[in-house]
């Protein structure tokens, strides 16, 4: 059974499920997905413009010379059979030349990050402090640079690895992470293995893409889930949502934020979502815009915002 939640709801959602005796022991219980939709917020690249400006960097650097014709039918291929392309390129010279690029895209001035406190004080001050762990499958550290919140190793994995309230697993590796050269996923090779068929991989070297499928089994099962930037045409995080409520015969633990006009029916929109098993939240851009995110996720914040007597008594 889904649902279409006001904020409000959800709120008090998330505070009886806090009730549980569980949520007091030291790990977290309700993870915010985040996705590319929530880093654009900060000056990040989306998936598309990613694709492309990673296109013009590496054609530029290798001297590669596409005529435009060439640049624009690239640019209408599937954006991880673009990236894929690109890969090949940049591995033909040299594996550690990937690296520059995503720092290059994905950099995070200091200005940045002090122009964005100061606009946002008030938000930044009950953000950082909500009682939420965090996964994402961007490649930017907005999560740590903004906010202080703690990356955490995503190639310790062990069947006791959980997150605390404030920590951020990057599923995909992060530009804070690329020397390890196996642990960034961005090709079509790489989301396959991953994500899908892995009976070639050697375990030998591929081990913790297993044990990132075993997390993500496992949190998709127990915790209270917000997907936070993402649209339904990211498959392989719907792969693991299907995989999880397909045999629920109970409520969904997952709920995806949407961002719609005004007009738009909820009523149509909710038999999407409820086809996939997902519960939804409908945040209305025609007046405010975009900067509706930050309004829900400081109040969020406000609402649940982590206890920091028992949280330090806990991790001690």
């Known amino acids: ?4 939640f006001t904020p409000d709801e959800y709120y008090k959602r998330l505070n009886k499920i806090k009730e549980d005796h569980s949520w007091i022991v030291n790990k977290s219980k309700f993870t915010i997905f985040v996705g590319a939709g929530f880093s654009q917020n900060f000056g990040m690249p989306g998936w598309n413009s990613y694709a ?31 990236l894929t392309l690109i890969d090949s390129y940049i591995t033909q010279r040299s594996n550690i030349e990937r690296i520059k690029y995503e720092k290059e895209i994905f950099k ?21 402090k909500i009682n939420a762990s965090f996964v994402t499958t961007n490649y930017d550290n907005v999560l740590e ?14 069947e006791d690895y959980v997150l605390n309230p404030r920590e951020v697993f990057h599923i995909h590796g992060d530009i804070a992470s690329l020397l390890d050269e196996s642990f960034l996923i961005s ?19 591929n081990n913790h893409i297993n044990k990132i499928n075993q997390f993500l089994d496992n949190l998709f099962e127990k915790n209270e889930i917000l997907i936070i930037g ?7 995080i719907l792969k693991f949502i299907f995989n999880n409520i397909r045999d ?3 409520s969904s633990n997952i709920t995806i934020l949407v961002l719609k006009r005004e007009k738009t029916d909820k009523k149509v929109l909710h038999q999407l979502y409820q086809e996939l098993g997902l519960n939804i939240i409908c945040l209305d851009i025609d007046e405010k815009g975009y900067s509706v995110l ?23």
Do not use: C
Not at 54 to 78: A, G, M, P, R
Not at 230 to 236: G, M
Not at 294 to 316: G, R, T, W
């Open 187 to 205: 090709t079509w090779l790489d989301y396959y293995d991953l994500y899908f068929e892995k009976k070639h991989i050697d375990p030998s070297k």
């Open 230 to 236: 993402y649209s339904l045409s990211e498959i392989e």
């Open 52 to 82: 492309y400006k990673k296109l013009d960097l590496v054609s530029k650097d290798l001297d590669l010379n596409f005529n435009y014709s060439t640049i624009e039918e690239l640019k209408q291929l599937d954006k991880k059979h673009l």
């Open 1 to 4: 059974m889904t649902r279409v």
């Open 108 to 128: 995070i001035k200091y200005e940045q990050i002090q122009d964005f406190r100061q606009k946002h004080a008030t938000f930044y001050e009950k953000f950082k």
């Open 248 to 250: 629920k015969d109970d």
């Open 145 to 158: 640079e903004y906010f202080g919140f703690i990356k955490k190793d995503n190639l310790e994995l062990n």
């Open 294 to 316: 930050f309004d829900f996720l400081e109040e969020l914040s406000k609402e649940f915002s982590i206890d920091e007597v028992n949280y330090n008594f806990n991790i001690l």
